[in-house]
Nanobody, 129 residues
Framework: QVKLEESGGGSVQAGGSLRISCTVSGSFFGSECMGWFRQTPGKERESVAVRYDGPGETWYADFVKGRFTISRARNLTTVFLQMDSLAPEDTAMYYC??????????????????????WGQGTQVTVTS
């Protein structure tokens, strides 16, 4: 069973960069399709980026394209989200999640979070102006 734990959140000034991590444990099987999502109080959770290990495909929400990069360590233990050119509106709790059935990554809507069935506890990112 896949277990996920986020880390690396913190406070950064607008225009700065931050890399957050998601440690994968328990089983790597079922973690091939993983994503980052975020939520601010009073708003719905939104998708940020998704990565599918097999073909190495990635997908991004329009509002982070060109600024954020999702990647995975060669030993598969960690999934990263590199965030550059951060803005105050990027302030949120960031969660990583896995779709153990890979269905999301095989669909036409990989950023649709309804298929992600394993979630971490989140790491807070705060961007100050």
């Amino acid at each position: 069973q896949v277990k996920l734990e986020e880390s690396g959140g913190g406070s950064v000034q607008a225009g700065g960069s931050l890399r957050i991590s998601c440690t994968v444990s328990g089983s790597f099987f079922g973690s091939e399709c993983m994503g980052w999502f975020r939520q601010t109080p009073g708003k719905e959770r939104e998708s940020v980026a998704v990565r599918y290990d097999g073909p190495g495909e990635t997908w991004y929400a329009d509002f982070v394209k060109g600024r954020f990069t999702i990647s995975r360590a060669r030993n598969l233990t960690t999934v990263f989200l590199q965030m550059d050119s951060l803005a105050p509106e990027d302030t949120a709790m960031y969660y990583c999640a896995a779709d153990s059935t890979f269905g999301s990554c095989l669909s036409t809507r990989p950023l649709d979070m309804s298929g992600y069935n394993t979630w971490g506890q989140g790491t807070q990112v705060t961007v100050t102006s």
